[in-house]
């Protein structure tokens, strides 16, 4: 019921900023934008789910520095603080999902197809960006390999097939990597028709998938295999 109602609340206010958007009252999103971390902060720190104490730090870190970066964003002039901020969510989550990692045996296996094809996305949107970031190139090129950083933490933490809260995790972080690319593109390239209402979107997705399936790996549900004594691994 907690987590129930929790995120219809969450995904009532992500649906009025995207109508403050789209019937362009920005001033308004003042209230509805800042609301959306403080709200899955207060999940995580109240939801029915035993989280250890040093995960949940590095996960609260990383929403409330996505909650500074979110506040920075809605003024155009603080656009380079609000990418630092998070760049610092970023490094807490590749914390927090290399702890969940290195204690999930056996530690998952490197997937090398997908990091690499996962390296030659992010290179060509790199060189596609490269030309039109001026002064900036420096700060989003090491964004954008943080973000990819995260993005391989999160697909590395898990065993998929016997832990399905982990795509919702891995979701999460491939929509928040989509939703920066638009912003990037938008801000840099050229405006994209609809941009800012599909950024905010896949945003709030993101976030969400990147919570709930953390949440629920620690909620029993997707219990990770514990090696015996005997060196057997058991359920």
């Known amino acids: ?50 989280i250890p104490r040093d995960y949940r730090i590095p996960l609260l870190l990383a929403l409330f520095f996505s909650s500074i970066g979110d506040d920075l964003l809605l003024f155009s002039s603080l656009f380079l603080p609000g990418l630092g901020s998070f760049l610092l969510a970023h490094v807490m989550y590749i914390i927090f999902f290399l702890k969940i990692r290195y204690s999930n045996p056996p530690v998952p296996s490197c997937k090398y197809p997908l990091i690499f094809l996962h390296a030659a996305i992010i290179i060509f949107f790199i060189l596609y960006l490269a030309p039109h970031l001026g002064n900036l190139a420096i700060p989003v090129i090491i964004y954008a390999l943080t973000i990819s950083v995260m993005v391989q933490s999160v697909l590395h933490a898990f065993h998929f097939r016997r832990q399905p809260a982990a795509w919702y995790c891995l979701i999460g972080a491939l929509l928040f990597m989509f939703s920066d690319s638009l912003i990037a593109v938008g801000k840099f390239v050229h405006p994209l028709w609809g941009g800012d209402i599909l950024v905010m979107l896949t945003y709030g997705i993101a976030q969400w998938g990147l919570v709930i399936g953390s949440t629920e790996y620690f909620a029993g549900k997707n219990r990770p295999l514990q090696v015996s004594p005997e060196g057997l691994i058991a359920p």
């Open 1 to 50: 019921m907690f987590r129930t109602g929790s995120f219809i609340i969450y995904f009532l206010v992500l649906l009025v900023d995207i109508l403050f958007i789209a019937t362009d009252y920005a001033s308004l999103r003042f209230l509805s934008k800042p609301l959306l971390m403080l709200l899955l902060i207060v999940y995580v720190l109240y939801v029915p789910v035993k």
